[in-house]
């Protein structure tokens, strides 16, 4: 299946550790619309918890698409609605598989508090979500308990060596990532 995006992109330069601008635009042709991202938009491509970046990195065959949803959610040229439909489809036209874009469509949806949702559209939501939940939970608690664990032994090593350095240097103080 052909991806309706046009140009070789996405071309992107890194902004910082989180955020990325596109340097030349990237164009999607749907069904019945087209849009253009600009150069010079600043995207994160996927937005993705610390504890699932295990399963769904913050970029891969899909980065076009998040970049597109999140161009969509910032221009507001379409309902938020719309616009997680069209990321759901984009998703589909990447070649993503059903239940990772079933599961990034239900995180996106409830990121945007469900507005815009038709009740037929609120059950397939609750249905995805019932099911992500169920996959996800044991492999999300097991990585958050060793990502808290390889923190606290950083600290352990930290710790002495900063009780036995003699300087009069300020010292750093510990940097602890969040998602």
């Known amino acids: 299946m052909a991806v309706p995006f046009v140009g070789r992109g996405p071309v992107v330069e890194e902004i910082d550790a989180q955020f990325w601008r596109v340097v030349e635009p990237l164009e999607y042709h749907g069904e019945t619309e087209s849009f253009e991202i600009p150069a010079g938009f600043r995207t994160d491509f996927a937005s ?5 970046v295990w ?9 076009k698409a998040a970049i597109l949803h999140d161009y969509l959610r910032s221009s507001k040229v379409v309902s938020e609605a719309d616009g997680d439909g069209l990321f759901r489809r984009c998703l589909r036209e990447c070649g993503v598989s059903m239940p990772q874009r079933w599961m990034m469509w239900t995180a996106v949806r409830l990121s945007s508090h469900l507005r815009g949702a038709s009740p037929a559209a609120l059950a397939v939501f609750t249905l995805t979500a019932v099911l992500s939940v169920i996959y996800l939970f044991v492999p999300a608690i097991v990585i958050s308990v060793y990502l808290a664990l390889f923190w606290l032994v950083e600290f352990a090593f930290w710790l002495p060596q900063r009780l036995l350095r003699r300087t009069n240097a300020e010292v750093p103080k510990p940097q602890v990532k969040s998602a």
Do not use: D
């Open 48 to 52: 993705v918890p610390r504890p699932f």
């Open 55 to 63: 399963l769904v990195p913050t970029y891969g065959v899909y980065t």
